[in-house]
């Protein structure tokens, strides 16, 4: 399959590229990394990037930042930045990446365990989780020519616990071999309209 990663340089991406059986023709995205560059936040960059790289099988997306601070200080602006990023970005890659994709191929979104776990200073990064998950859900029964569209919603990774180290308390950090298997499941497999969890 020829698979376009936007993110793949990142802790998600490299554990997706991982989880993927050999052979495949991986383009790997990023707004300064990877093989093509983009912006996923702007429409036009995104659809220079398509444009660009010619139809794929497979859209994956590991990236986006959504907003992380407590509620009682967080402005409207930073949490709109979250969902700007974070949900329209992938938005973005699927409403603009449709048509690039080939038949029967598949998009694979990334939300996060936040929107069923929550943590201090998650209320942004959970709304953002949310909505890619009703979004996959709810996009699946109309996309076009066959195509899927899952979710790959992973725990914190192990990788990551360092990083977000005393944001977590008691959440159990999963392996990246797991969170790869995830995003094989969706790309490889034939399920669509899912929210695959890894806790
Ligand atoms: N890490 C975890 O434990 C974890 C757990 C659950 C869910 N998630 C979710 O998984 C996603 C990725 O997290 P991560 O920890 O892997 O992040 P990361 O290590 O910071 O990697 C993010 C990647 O995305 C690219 N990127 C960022 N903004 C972009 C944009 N606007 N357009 C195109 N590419 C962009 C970055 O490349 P450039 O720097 O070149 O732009 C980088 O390769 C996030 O949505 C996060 O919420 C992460």
Do not use: W
Request: glycine share 14%; charged share 20%; with cysteine.
């Amino acid at each position: 399959m020829r698979i376009l990663v936007v993110g793949a340089e990142g802790t998600v991406g490299q554990a997706a590229i991982g989880g993927l059986r050999a052979g495949h023709e991986i383009i790997k995205a990023g707004r300064k990394s990877g093989d093509v560059t983009v912006d996923m936040m702007d429409a036009a960059s995104v659809s220079a990037m398509y444009a660009k790289i010619g139809k794929v099988d497979a859209v994956v997306c590991t990236a986006g930042h959504s907003y992380f601070g407590p509620i009682d200080t967080m402005t409207p602006t930073q949490f709109l930045d979250g969902m700007k990023d974070k949900v329209m970005g992938m938005v973005n890659l699927v409403l603009l990446g449709h048509p690039h994709v080939n038949d029967g191929g598949s998009f694979t979104l990334t939300s996060g365990i936040l929107s069923r776990d929550p943590i201090r200073q998650g209320a942004n990064a959970a709304a953002c989780d949310g909505a890619l998950d009703a979004f996959v859900i709810s996009a699946a029964i109309e996309m076009p020519r066959g195509i899927r569209i899952n979710a790959v919603s992973p725990g914190l990774l192990q990788e990551a616990e360092q990083k977000y180290d005393g944001f977590f308390p008691g959440h159990d950090a999963v392996s990246s071999r797991r969170v790869g298997l995830a995003f094989a499941k969706s790309i490889e497999g034939a399920i669509t309209g899912q929210v695959i969890k890894v806790d």
